[in-house]
Structure formats: structure tokens, C-alpha cells
């Protein structure tokens, strides 16, 4: 199974999940001819795509979604709030209705040899939900958008072998930099995203010996830096009272504009 941030950030997110036999796109928020240009370099296209899962209706999760679906009838999945969300955009423009297969929360589906299971996030959105994707024994998590984590997300992250996770701001650079008042509690909020410090921490309730690679994600480009948001994670795993150390696993952070490294999951 193979794994790849195509783009990731406030900008646009698509990210790229899939096996030999099925290819799915979590998320199409950048322009069609990017995600086109990034599935040539993975020796794919348009027409191997067997399915586009959204998160949510936010423009950076879906501003290409309509071109790719109209050009290439890629069945989209969503849940039932999301997809009416979308249709009354016109930003993305005219999708026909019978591409959407409507999903929902804790209920699995399959997509050829992939058992998809959305998961229920909290976000300032119409009915959000990340994902877990597996193929016979792998097991990969997409998980951004989300202003706060429970024991439900915990369980719903247990055993993956590789976990996209947001780790959108640093709460001092937030606080102290540029935006508005409102639009700094939206993003503290329960309904929010979660900060590097919550990213870490939400990791050390996660963590097993066998996990394959932990790609952070979804950074913002006003109240984050790559570097920072990897440095104060591995702090929160070494500091905390775990048998793990912030170096003991391979850690990346996705660019919000550059493909990253193919994860292969055995």
C-alpha cells in the first residue's frame, strides 16, 4: 500500500492512498491540473482514480473536485452533509448528483480490495470525517481539521502502520501573530484544528513498535514552520511518560505545495 501528501496546508489538500489494484484521492483542494501533473509523477492518471473521499466542503479540500469528477466520472464519497454542502457551491461548479456515494460515520465500506472507515472529527464544517483506509493487514489514517481528539479518536487511530496527522499551528505564534480576534478562537477551538502540542500528544496515545511513518500535516502558513511543528512533536513524545522517544519513529511534515516521499506500507 502506498501513501503520499500530494499537497497539504491551508492552500489545498489531496492526498494520495491506494494499493496496486485501487487508487483513491482523500480530499481534491488544488487545481485539477496539479493533481493530474502529481499522479503523472506516480505513474498514474485521472482515469486510475477509482474513487475521491472528502473530508469536508471547505475550498481547500474540494476546489478541484469538480473538474477531476466531470472529466474523468470519478464516483465521489461523502456523507450526506458534505455532499449537499458541495452541491450548493458554486465554486466547484456543475457535478452530476449520481457521482456522489453518500457514506457514513463508523460505517465501513469497500472499494475493491480497500475497507474505507470515515471517522467523525470535530471541525466547523457540515458533517466532517477522516479516514482510515486498509488492505488486508495495512492500515493508513488521514487525520486533519479536527479542533480537538477523544478516546474515539484514539481508538480509531490504533494499530495504523502510517497516520497523516494535522499539526496546524503553534499556539504562541497564533496568539501574538496577524489574524483577527474571532478568527484565533476558531482556530483554539473545539472545532478548529489541532496545534502542534495537541499533534504530539494525541501520538503518544497512538504509538506502537510497528508504526511505519507519521507524516505531519495541514500546517499553516501564518502560525507554523516546518521545523517547529516537527521539533515541538518529537518534544511532546520525548517528554512524555511512554517508552518511546520523539527520534524511535520516521518523521516527516507534508509541504503545502510539494509532493512528499512515497510511503510504502508492507
Known sequence: MRLCSIASGSSGNCIYAGSDATHILI?????GKRIESALAELELCGRDIDGILITHEHADHIQGLGVLARKYQIPIYCTEGTRNAILSDSR??????????????DEKFI????VIHPIRISHDAAQPVAYRVGYGKQHIAVMTDLGVYDDYIVESLKGVD???LEANHDVNMLQVGPYPYYLKQRILGKKGHLSNEASGRLLCEILHDDIQAIMLGHLSKENNI???????VRMEITMAD?????????????????????????
Do not use: C, H, W
Not at 509541504?255 to 508492507?266: G, P
Open 27 to 31: 480530499d481534491a483542494g488544488i487545481s
Open 92 to 105: 466547484v461548479g456543475k457535478i452530476e448528483e449520481n457521482l456522489f456515494q453518500t457514506i457514513s460515520e
Open 111 to 114: 472499494l475493491k480490495d480497500l
Open 162 to 164: 502510517a497516520l497523516i
Open 226 to 232: 516546518p521545523e517547529l511543528a516537527y521539533e515541538s
Open 242 to 266: 511512554i517508552p518511546y522517544n520523539g527520534s524511535d519513529f520516521p518523521l516527516y511534515v507534508a509541504a503545502r505545495s510539494e509532493m512528499s516521499q512515497i510511503i510504502n506500507v508492507k
